[in-house]
């Protein structure tokens, strides 16, 4: 089956930039998203189609996608984006959500 | 704005059929442009995709669970719904349903997910 990815955790002092990456075979070939999730929250769009922001999502939040890895940065991170952060992508018709990556804002 | 809520018993005994629904507001299930989801999260654990469904009717289920699961909708209650039988421990989770603007082919699918529903724990317990 597809796998995605993610490291566990990644810190990041405020103000500085945090990149999560997240690896698949050939993701670059298909579209990845990626989802923020608060405790005890539902999961937040925040980047789709590998680099679109949805409306509301700062313009701190971007994507990309090449090869065999798609990577989320927030530049400037702000004490506000620490969360779980999930990639997503397609294995055939099966739906793939990322191992998952804490970000923790020291 | 679009809504989704979703309803159901918060324990099941192990062995009996869990069943939920996502009731979908601000919007149409009926709408060609979008797919409707249902995903699961075990406590502690990351994001698990369940199924998909079109307005047709047609559906798409994850293998491991796809013996189980059904997936259907009421149009007239602008509602879809989740039964996944036999449930054991291990099906305990919040369940999410969600909107997915999306494309499947009979080989492959795309699409993200934007909007969710605030999810709903299921517990399964005797």
């Known amino acids: 089956s597809y796998e995605l990815t993610q490291p566990p955790s990644v810190s990041v002092s405020p103000g500085q930039a945090a990149s999560i990456t997240c690896s698949g075979y050939?993701?670059?070939?298909?579209?990845a998203s990626w989802y923020q999730q608060k405790p005890g929250q539902s999961p937040v769009l925040v980047i789709y189609?590998?680099?679109k922001r949805p409306s509301g999502i700062p313009e701190r939040f971007s994507g990309s996608n090449s090869g065999n890895t798609a990577t989320l940065t927030i530049s400037g991170t702000q004490a506000m984006d620490e969360a779980d952060y999930y990639c997503?992508?397609?294995?055939?018709?099966?739906?793939?959500f990322g191992t998952g990556t804490k970000v923790t804002v020291l | 704005q679009v809504q989704l809520q979703e309803s159901g018993p918060g324990l099941v005994k192990p062995s009996q059929t869990l069943s939920l629904t996502c009731t979908v507001s601000?919007?149409?299930?009926?709408?060609?442009?979008?797919?409707w989801t249902w995903i699961r999260q075990s406590p502690g654990k990351g994001l698990e995709w369940i199924g998909y469904m079109y307005y047709r009717g047609n559906t798409f289920y994850s293998p491991s669970l796809k013996s189980r699961v059904t997936i259907s909708k009421d149009t007239s209650k602008n509602q879809f719904s989740l039964n996944l039988s036999s449930v054991t421990a291990a099906d305990t989770a919040v369940y999410y349903c969600?909107?997915?603007?999306?494309?499947?082919?009979?080989?492959?699918?795309?699409?993200?997910?934007?909007?969710w529903g605030q999810g709903t724990l299921v517990t399964v317990s005797s």
């Open positions: 050939k993701l670059g070939d298909q579209y």
């Open positions: 189609q590998d680099s």
């Open positions: 997503q992508a397609w294995d055939t018709t099966t739906g793939v």
């Open positions: 601000g919007g149409s299930i009926s709408s060609g442009d979008y797919y």
């Open positions: 969600a909107r997915s603007p999306g494309h499947c082919s009979s080989t492959s699918c795309t699409g993200y997910f934007d909007y």
